[in-house]
C-alpha cells in the first residue's frame, strides 16, 4: 500500500466515523427528517425522534465503496521489463 492510498484508507475511516457520530434523524410518528445531530446529545426529551438507519447503512455503503474505488485508482502500478516473466 502506498502513501496515496493510505490517506484514502484513513480519510474513508474518518468519513465512515464521522457518519456515525452525526447519524440522520426522523421522526417516527410522521416520517418527517429531523436533520443530522450528534449522536450523544439527540435526541431531545420532547419528541420521539430515531436514527434513520436505512440512510445511515446507504452512507456508509457510498464512503466504503468510493473509498474502494479511489484505492484501486490509486494502487501502483509495477512496469514489466522485458527481461521479466510472466507471473
Known amino acids: 500500500m502506498n502513501r496515496n492510498q493510505k490517506i484514502i484508507?484513513?480519510?474513508?475511516?474518518?468519513?465512515?466515523?464521522?457518519?456515525?457520530l452525526f447519524?440522520?434523524?426522523?421522526?417516527?410518528?410522521s416520517n418527517r427528517n429531523r436533520g443530522y445531530h450528534f449522536i450523544l446529545s439527540y435526541p431531545p426529551k420532547l419528541?420521539?425522534?430515531?436514527?434513520?438507519?436505512r440512510r445511515l447503512g446507504v452512507e456508509w455503503?457510498?464512503?466504503?465503496?468510493?473509498?474502494?474505488?479511489?484505492?484501486?485508482?490509486?494502487?501502483?502500478?509495477?512496469?514489466?521489463?522485458p527481461d521479466q516473466p510472466d507471473v
Open 9 to 20: 484508507l484513513w480519510l474513508g475511516v474518518m468519513a465512515f466515523v464521522a457518519a456515525g
Open 47 to 53: 419528541s420521539s425522534p430515531t436514527v434513520d438507519f
Open 61 to 81: 455503503a457510498i464512503i466504503a465503496v468510493v473509498t474502494g474505488a479511489l484505492l484501486l485508482s490509486f494502487a501502483s502500478r509495477k512496469k514489466k521489463t
Open 23 to 29: 447519524p440522520p434523524w426522523f421522526y417516527e410518528d
